[in-house]
T-cell receptor, first 116, second 110 residues
Framework: EADIYQTPRYLVIGTGKKITLECSQT?????MYWYQQDPGMELHLIHY???????EKGDLSSESTVSRIRTEHFPLTLESARPSHTSQYLC???????????????FGPGTRLTVL | QKEVEQDPGPLSVPEGAIVSLNCTYS??????FMWYRQYSRKGPELLMY????GNKEDGRFTAQVDKSSKYISLFIRDSQPSDSATYLC??????????FGSGTRLQVQP
């Protein structure tokens, strides 16, 4: 089982609140990712990081922000939550191997966010 | 048009059946192809990984990639109720992040 953790697992919050979704991994992976997944829909990459102090926006535009101050920690923040932010948020990490270009992504269990 | 198309199902089969799951894609730059399994309320876990065209077998699972047709498949032999999950195909060109299909929900009936 992958050593990647997300908290909280479930969050129900009112509109306008600031929230931070936590993601930590103990595998020493350089690369970390945040995906958004709605029921029955594909995962959409919203943020990724290739190392400390490196963050990039993904394919899906998101009002959330991320930071990567420590290798093992990649929190996602929403300054003012809205009902349109209701979704499942999945964090993943991977290690790039130059020889094979193999980078299996290990996923956390996800945070299911509901904004009322 | 989505870059990766996958039939959402649900696909319901009896225990012991051979299951075939498929994805088509439009980006000819994709080189690395993966299948993930996602149980309800869990994150996806990697099942199979293949590079370029060809077949790869791992126990009851076989992954096939046909780059000329832009078509990938996952076969599950002797399916079990514990195989009931959503199966996501994923692919990427080189070092970029993965592009996922929407997933096919599989139900194996005992």
């Amino acid at each position: 089982e992958a050593d990647i953790y997300q908290t909280p697992r479930y969050l129900v919050i009112g509109t306008g609140k600031k929230i931070t979704l936590e993601c930590s991994q103990t595998m020493g992976h350089d690369k970390m990712y945040w995906y958004q997944q709605d029921p029955g829909m594909e995962l959409h990459l919203i943020h990724y990081s290739y190392g400390v102090n490196s963050t990039e926006k993904g394919d899906l535009s998101s009002e959330s922000t991320v930071s990567r101050i420590r290798t093992e920690h990649f929190p996602l923040t929403l300054e003012s939550a809205r009902p349109s932010h209701t979704s499942q948020y999945l964090c993943a990490s991977s290690e790039y191997t130059e020889l094979t270009s193999y980078n299996e992504q290990f996923f956390g269990p996800g945070t299911r966010l509901t904004v009322l | 048009q989505k870059e990766v198309e996958q039939d959402p199902g649900p696909l319901s089969v009896p225990e012991g059946a051979i299951v075939s799951l498929n994805c088509t894609y439009s980006n000819s730059a994709f080189q690395y192809f993966m299948w993930y399994r996602q149980y309800s309320r869990k994150g996806p876990e990697l099942l199979m990984y293949t590079y370029s065209s060809g077949n790869k077998e791992d126990g009851r699972f076989t992954a096939q990639v046909d780059k000329s047709s832009k078509y990938i498949s996952l076969f599950i032999r002797d399916s079990q109720p514990s195989d009931s999950a959503t199966y996501l195909c994923a692919m990427r060109p080189g070092r970029r992040a993965l592009t996922f299909g929407s997933g096919t929900r599989l139900q194996v009936q005992p």
